[in-house]
């Protein structure tokens, strides 16, 4: 829970390179944004003439007892609040409305871009953090996109308008709340210190509630299963109070800032009172001034609250702004060339020359291995868990690259290929199979049209999944729930088997594929996996020897290299590591041929 510096470095609060960029998002709506900003300008400059007409409609028409111009006044004063009402309404409904836009089109980039890199940078980025990057900062932008860069133009304006009003109505007056300034500037600065701190705690503890549910709630079955429920509750507790208190201490400075900022502004209209009061009994000033000076004054302070409010926001904003595009601009390092040599997997064959690779330095998985598999034929690769079998899976997928050596498929670098056409190429079941929250055929078909229902059906019958699926309330079109909650572990591995054989790819690759089924299971899909594999190159990793003994060779991994290559029969003549591990399997149904000591697995 201690990697979360990212979320707490706020950076400026303002940045002028990221607003700029920022401001791009808007450029698609940038027609609703300019009418927005008109309707602004044009309710904000009705507001300020309010104060004014109370001058005239005193000093004009009260003062004097003509109702016919009180009532006219009264009549503009009723227009002009309608149409404050009709320019206020169509400038929220713009600014929201392209705000929503926007962050439509930064969710869908963000999430384009997520699906786009390495596998490697998922192993360092835990999903919490990233689920943050798209929910909570995509939000903070959209609160700056709707109350901050648009908004902030109505309080300059409307700021200016009354600065210019208070020194045309009495430039004496206008300088006495000039006065009251300072003071309100100290306070305001005061507050951006503390709540920049507040803030950033907060931004902390969100990121650690987001990280701790996600795990909590994708790990559910394990907290259940060891009765660890109350200590997560206790380490949620504190997590939960972390963020309560963060929370809690940008309160309370709120808190104490917009009850100084009333003192103030009620301070400076007391000056306005006694100083225009005096003008007045003096004759030197008219009480329609006085009103309207003390009106424009209480609307004076309205703008200054709400920019240190924009401040907040846009603070948020720079910080977030700031993780998007730094996730954004995380270029993938596996990625299709410029111009790919090869296109397509035509005959299968792959060889592994002289291929080494570490996911940290100084700390190899695999050292120097080489193997070839020509085209339809069945390797199984076998080792003690750890020795590096899923990394070859994972090497040859371009899930990474290798860092010595090379990986060819049909005589080509893997580099050279169109990435997806190479990946659609490999089919791949694994042993934990992942499955999304929609139908049983959606989730075979994953969203490629070309395989239509015939084909769904078949890959089912073929595989033995059409058993149970047939059983179902709705058969194929059955909602098998997040992560396919509603079925077992084996029946997600037969919709794997299915999902595999629709797609028909040229490479096959079961990594510990029947490792979840059970034993009736497994002998229903042992003809189907052989009608799997026909004329298809296969690697087979697999802890149960009984699922590769017909493999046409056998590779045996130990500590990262190749120690034994051979068919069943020959690596059980040899009396080695792979006959150590059938040993292992079968010491309950001993073979009197086989009775005899076995080598050290480090010989």
């Not at 133009?153 to 009003?165: N, R, V, Y």
């Not at 060889?351 to 120097?368: A, I, K, T």
């Not at 076998?382 to 994972?394: E, N, P, R």
Request: with cysteine; glycine share 6%.
């Amino acid at each position: 829970m201690s990697d979360f510096t990212e979320e707490q470095v706020l950076g400026k609060a303002y940045d002028a390179r990221l607003m700029r960029r920022l401001l791009t998002y808007i450029k698609p709506y940038r027609k609703s944004a300019l009418l927005a900003i008109l309707c602004l300008i044009a309710g904000s400059a009705l507001s300020i003439v309010q104060p004014y007409l109370t001058k005239v409609a005193i000093d004009r028409y009260i003062g004097t007892g003509d109702f016919t111009g009180l009532n006219q006044i009264a009549f503009l004063y009723i227009l002009t609040l309608i149409f404050v009402f009709a320019f206020s309404y169509g400038q929220t409904w713009l600014i929201n409305l392209m705000g929503q836009k926007t962050m439509l089109d930064l969710r869908m980039e963000i999430f384009q871009h997520l699906q786009k890199l390495d596998v490697s940078f998922f192993d360092r980025n835990p999903v919490g953090r990233l689920m943050t990057r798209v929910t909570t900062d995509v939000d903070a932008l959209n609160e700056l996109f709707t109350s901050g860069v648009i908004s902030v133009f109505d309080d300059i304006f409307t700021l200016s308008g009354i600065i210019i009003a208070l020194f045309l109505l009495d430039y004496r007056l206008a300088f006495a709340i000039l006065c009251i300034l300072p003071i309100l500037l100290l306070v305001t600065l005061l507050f951006k210190i503390k709540v920049r701190d507040s803030y950033r705690r907060v931004r902390t503890a969100i990121a650690r509630i987001n990280a701790f549910l996600q795990e909590n709630i994708t790990g559910a079955a394990v907290v259940q299963l060891f009765g660890r429920e109350k200590r997560q509750h206790r380490q949620f507790s504190r997590i939960n109070k972390e963020h309560f208190d963060a929370n809690l201490q940008s309160i309370f400075y709120y808190a104490i800032f917009f009850p100084l900022l009333e003192v103030v502004s009620a301070l400076a209209i007391a000056t306005i009172i006694w100083i225009g009061g005096h003008e007045v009994l003096a004759g030197t000033l008219t009480l329609g001034k006085l009103v309207a000076f003390i009106q424009y004054s209480d609307r004076f302070f309205r703008p200054i609250s709400d920019l240190s409010e924009k401040y907040t926001i846009l603070q948020a904003a720079m910080a977030s702004s700031e993780r998007i595009f730094k996730l954004l601009d995380t270029q993938p390092t596996i990625s299709t060339t410029a111009n790919p040599v090869a296109r397509k997997v035509e005959k299968g064959s792959i060889e592994f020359r002289n291929v080494s690779f570490c996911y940290n330095p100084g700390e190899p998985v695999l050292n120097d291995i080489s193997f070839k598999v020509g085209p339809g034929e069945r390797v199984a690769v076998v080792g003690h868990t750890g020795a590096g079998k899923s990394t070859l899976i994972s090497l040859l997928s371009r899930f990474y690259d290798v860092q010595q050596g090379e990986i060819l498929i049909d005589g080509a670098n893997v580099k050279d290929f169109d990435l997806q056409e190479l990946r659609r190429s490999i089919g791949i079941v694994l042993q934990d199979v992942f499955l999304f929250s929609g139908s049983v055929s959606e989730n075979i078909r994953l969203g490629n049209k070309a395989i239509n229902d015939e084909q769904i059906i078949h890959a089912a019958d073929t595989v033995h999944a059409s058993s149970f699926i047939r059983k179902l309330d709705a058969q194929f079109n059955t909602r098998v729930g997040e992560r396919g909650s509603s079925l077992s572990v084996g029946q997600r591995q037969l919709l794997a088997f299915a999902r595999a054989l629709a797609y028909d790819p040229r490479i096959l690759i079961l990594d510990e594929a029947t490792s979840s089924i059970d034993t009736e299971t497994e002998l229903l899909i042992r003809d189907a996996l052989a009608k799997l594999m026909a004329n298809r190159t296969s690697i087979i990793i697999a802890h149960r020897l009984s699922t590769i003994q017909n493999a046409d060779r056998i590779v045996v991994l130990h500590r990262g290299r190749i120690r034994e290559t051979g068919t069943h029969q020959e690596l059980l003549r040899l009396k080695g590591i792979y006959w150590r591990l059938y040993q292992l399997q079968y010491r309950d149904q001993p073979d009197p041929a086989l009775v005899t000591s076995p080598k050290s697995l480090d010989s």
